[in-house]
């Protein structure tokens, strides 16, 4: 990797007229007089972060803090990294995430914290504090309108992230079962979005009732604007000592409902559930957008560490092993432009043994599917095959959130 030009993918479709964006790298080998968090914080000088004015600007380090049981997320140090350059350059940096669309650790904002803190983002580790940014059940929010936006008119951000004065992403870049993989979009994108937000994201239709796990609270119905849950199903319900009662369960019109997913957000039950029937072109398109909505109109600088590259997003609660070995570190102005630099070094890297990528590519060679050239080469494709990562590129450049063409200079 010298410092030279880089088109990323061809067919990534990067725009010929587009200016190459800067995109600073540096591997992971140190020496005694220097360590990897050392060289993280050369690199984001190198990479101009020093031109953000940041006295005393509130600064949001937007972070995936590792789903319980999951053991391929970022350390807390690198955090902690990103954290003391903010505080040298005056900035008063919080480290956050919103909450989770699926049920799981990270699904309010006690559980998330609980989480961050079970692994390892404490202010003690960090030297900064964690806010969730949609706040205890995931609904507050801020409606933005994206600037160009083709699928979303107005993307739920959580209300931290988007009070912040400045953004920094940092990125965990790793495979991920439904965009292909996961970068910096993803984690601003779809990790911006609050549970309403993640819904939209996801889902072109609407939540719908589990039964079985209501207990009859209506606690939805009270912040459903539309009008749209009733409660005309009874069903019995258990209690304790094994006495019963009658119970009305809620259930949804699909008529009246808009997807807005303030229920889910609402239910303590874990009763209402998403329907995630988006295509992975359209899922990472509205990926690309709420990017936009996240870093439009203020500053933003991202970072991605290309290491521990599993095949799949932090959000599952174990991790397989890694696809490839472990890269470096990325840092850039430009969104789009760092994610295809990781894309782009992470195909040139040989396919490690005995995992889920060399599984996959032995399973579909056995069943002799018709694979072309880049496809054969195409880690994300063959570890996902359902995925497309390039429509979320594509995406990106065309409504202008950046551009895949970037020159790529290395810092010893």
């Known amino acids: 990797m010298g410092n030279e030009i880089e088109t990323g993918s061809a067919s990534a479709g990067g725009h010929a007229s587009a200016e190459p964006a800067p995109v600073f790298f540096t591997d992971l080998r ?52 990103v954290a003391d350059v903010v505080k040298e350059l005056g900035g008063r940096p919080f480290l956050t995430d919103c909450n989770t669309l699926y049920v799981g650790g990270r699904k309010n904002a006690l559980d998330h914290i609980d989480s961050a803190y079970e692994n390892g983002f404490t202010p003690f580790s960090t030297g900064c504090h964690v ?5 205890l059940k995931g609904t507050d929010e801020v409606e933005v309108p994206v600037e160009g936006g083709e699928y979303v008119r107005s993307a ?23 965009a292909g993989f996961g970068g910096c979009m993803k984690n601003l994108g779809m990790g911006g979005g609050s549970r309403a937000g ?35 199903e009874t069903r019995e319900r258990a209690l304790a000592g094994g006495a019963t009662r009658q119970i009305q369960v809620a259930g949804i ?12 957000g609402a239910c ?28 439009q109109d203020r500053p933003s600088f991202h970072i991605s560490l290309a290491l521990d590259i599993s095949p799949n997003c932090d959000c599952h609660s174990e991790n397989d092993t890694p696809i490839v070995g472990d890269i470096g570190m990325f840092a850039s102005f430009d ?11 992470v195909l040139a890297q ?42 979320c590129i594509e995406h990106a450049e065309r409504i202008g959130l950046g551009t895949s063409r970037y020159e790529l200079i290395e810092v010893k």
């Not at 739920?156 to 439904?178: C, M, N, P």
Request: charged content about 25%.
């Open 30 to 81: 140190t020496h005694g007089r220097e360590s990897q968090l050392d060289k993280l914080k050369r690199l984001m000088r190198h990479a101009g972060i020093d031109k953000i004015d940041f006295e005393n600007k509130y600064v949001a380090i937007k972070i995936h803090f590792g789903e319980p049981g999951n053991l391929s997320f970022l350390r807390p140090n690198y955090a902690k990294a």
């Open 131 to 135: 806010i969730i940014a949609d706040g």
């Open 156 to 178: 739920k951000i959580g209300r931290a992230l988007r009070d912040a004065d400045i953004v920094i992403s940092l990125t965990h870049f790793k495979g991920h079962e439904q």
């Open 198 to 232: 993640k819904m939209e994201q996801h889902a072109a239709g609407k939540p719908s009732v589990s039964s079985a796990g209501c207990i009859g609270c209506r606690a939805c119905a009270r912040v459903c604007a539309f009008d749209a849950i009733s409660f005309t």
């Open 253 to 264: 019109d699909q008529t009246r409902c808009v997807g807005c997913g303030r229920c889910i």
């Open 268 to 295: 303590n039950q874990d009763a209402i559930v998403p329907d995630y029937d988006q295509a992975a072109a359209v899922l990472n398109c509205k990926i690309a957008e709420y990017t936009k909505a996240v870093v």
């Open 335 to 345: 969104p789009v432009a760092i994610d295809q630099a990781c894309i782009d070094a």
């Open 350 to 391: 040989p396919a490690l043994p005995d995992t889920v990528l060399t599984e996959m590519r032995d399973i579909l060679e056995a069943t002799g599917a018709d694979l072309d050239e880049e496809r054969s080469h195409d880690h994300f494709f063959m570890t996902h095959p359902d995925t497309d990562w390039r429509s």
